[in-house]
């Protein structure tokens, strides 16, 4: 079975930190570019961050520009986004995506995860 599971995410105070995984079973995730996306209650689904299959490019949305970082893993078939100095406006469910094209030059989705709750919070 093709999957994306998303692991990581839950309740963090303002400015802390926490590290979402995303790995694959029954396909190789070096062969597509992944990305990060965030939902938030009451709003559209957004593209956080975009990572080449290679490892080598990467992509930031504004927002969280020089506080996130996404990564590959050592051991292949995982993705990491390591999201620091959280805000409240962070909270949103994040979802991994094996992504059809390039990073930030993608045309499509191929596979999405169910997603990960990030709630962020005093």
């Known amino acids: 079975q093709l999957q994306l599971v998303e692991s990581g995410g839950g309740l963090v105070q303002p400015g802390g930190s926490l590290r979402l995984s995303c790995a694959a079973s029954?396909?190789?995730?070096?062969?597509?570019?992944i990305g990060w996306f965030r939902q938030a209650p009451g709003k559209e689904r957004e593209g956080v961050s975009c990572i080449s299959n290679s490892g080598g490019s990467t992509n930031y949305a504004d927002s969280v520009k020089g506080r996130f970082t996404i990564s590959r893993g050592n051991a292949k078939n995982t993705v990491y986004l390591q999201m620091n100095s959280l805000k409240p406006e962070d909270t949103a469910v994040y979802y991994c995506?094996?992504?059809?094209?390039?990073?930030?030059?993608?045309?499509?989705?191929?596979?999405w995860g169910k997603g990960t709750l990030v709630t962020v919070s005093s």
């Open positions: 995506a094996a992504l059809q094209g390039s990073c930030p030059s993608y045309y499509g989705v191929e596979y």
């Open positions: 029954g396909f190789t995730l070096d062969y597509y570019a």
